[in-house]
């Protein structure tokens, strides 16, 4: 290889590098200004997030401890980076196929377009699912196990700590925003022919298996919160197959040159 040809490859590296980097500089902006949006609002959000726990025990009893003078304070750094990383999602996700966009072409772009797009709205809908299912359930379950004002008995009563309340509602949140991803990974490896219907139905008796070993690893130890998630994704398996059974019809209708509603 002559030094034209390398020279001429290194450009076109050094391209993509400065490009990387500027798209790198984007996202990280992106999430420097949405971590002090919500450092801002930080009680705000947390107000939000502990709506549930007022909703079941109400506003009167609804009491969250702290143990050191400075653990609000952490919680609220926690919290701003974890909605800075939800909030700015979008923006890191956009960057990433615009950087990858020009090495796809047209129709490859065209079919990974509608899952940069799904990929939030399943993660919101894990989330809606936690706050207005499974974390009500949880509190429900443990506020039962209360042992309060019972003569005779040691008093045993729900006191839970700041920060270990923000821990559980976004480790349920990340657990659940993550496996709802499921049937758009799987739509996508259909999608591209990795796999198909008939795997997905000959491999679901593992999947089954496989999602309860997911949900009692990303869920708290609890069989309320490992139940909530299990039940979900196997139900977005299931639309998955449907889904992949119904592009590889859409295929088959292409290639013969027929309409999909014919």
Partial sequence: MSQEDIDA???PLMDHIIELRAR????????FAAFLVCFYFSKTIYNILTEPYVHVVGAEKATLIAT???????????????????IAFPVIATQIYKFIAPGLYKHERQAFLP?????????LLGTLLVY???MPLLIRFSVSLQQVNTPGEATIELLPKVSEYLSLIMTLILAFGVAFQLPVVLTLLGQVGVI??????????????????IAAILTPPDLISMTSLAVPML???EGAI??????????????TGAKPGD
Avoid: C
């Fill in 115 to 123: 899952y940069l797009i799904a990929t939030p709205i399943f993660f």
């Fill in 68 to 86: 050191h003078f400075l653990e609000q304070f952490y919680t609220n750094v926690r919290l701003s980076m974890f909605g800075a990383l939800v």
């Fill in 242 to 255: 449907i889904a992949v059974r119904w592009m590889e019809k859409r295929k088959a209708q292409d290639a």
């Fill in 9 to 11: 490859t290194k450009a």
């Fill in 235 to 237: 139900a977005l398996y």
């Fill in 196 to 213: 198909d219907s008939a795997w997905l139905v000959k491999m679901r008796r593992y999947a089954i298996v496989a999602v309860v070993g």
């Fill in 132 to 134: 207005f299912l499974v």
């Fill in 24 to 31: 790198l500089i984007r996202s990280i902006y992106a999430f």
